[in-house]
Structure formats: C-alpha cells, structure tokens
C-alpha cells in the first residue's frame, strides 16, 4: 500500500541522495516524508511557532530556536521533502519497492 503524496517506480535507479519518489515538478525535488511524518512535522512546525512568539524569552533567542526549526518541519510537512532525508538517503514514504 502507497503512502498519499509518495510513490515510485521500480525499475527507476537509485541515487544516495534522491531515494525513490514522485518528483516535484516546482523544485526538482523528489518526496521522502511520508504521511504520518508530515503529520507530525506539521504539528511539531505549529507548536514551535507559537513558542515562538509566546515564549518569554528575547525575540533573537526566540527566532533562532523555536521560530526557524518550526518554520522548517512546517515547510517540509507541506512541502513533502526534507532536505536532510536526501543527504542521508532516507525516505519515509511506504513505496511498493520496498515490499
């Protein structure tokens, strides 16, 4: 069974920095975050960003710790692909090559 938002081709070769997955046309980026990771990607990403202006600590300390991590896991949850993943040759996404 295929994860929403990943798939793959079989017989596609396999880089070590583009693990199989639907290309996205827009960035020329393949996805490896699968479903349940960009769940809680997306709730991790919105819960640090409310930390991050609810916080009482320094608006610097506040931005550079909770603000840009949060905006990050936000963007790849929505985005489907994290930038980490494809250096280390990981993906999440549940592919039919891999049974």
């Known amino acids: 069974m295929e994860s929403a938002g990943c798939s793959g ?3 596609e070769t396999q ?3 583009n693990p199989p997955g639907r290309e996205l046309a ?3 980026m393949k996805h490896n975050v699968g479903t349940w990771d960009r769940v809680v990607r997306a709730i991790a990403g919105l819960a640090m960003l409310t ?3 609810m916080a009482p600590l320094p608006v610097l300390v506040r931005g550079c710790v909770l603000g840009v991590p ?3 896991l936000l963007l790849t949850a929505v985005i489907g692909s994290c930038v980490g993943y494809r250096v280390l040759g990981k993906s999440t996404c549940a ?3 891999r049974r």
């Open 9 to 11: 081709d079989p017989g």
């Open 15 to 17: 880089s070590s920095l």
């Open 26 to 28: 827009y960035l020329g």
């Open 51 to 53: 930390c991050s202006v």
């Open 70 to 72: 949060g905006a990050y």
């Open 95 to 97: 592919l039919e090559a």
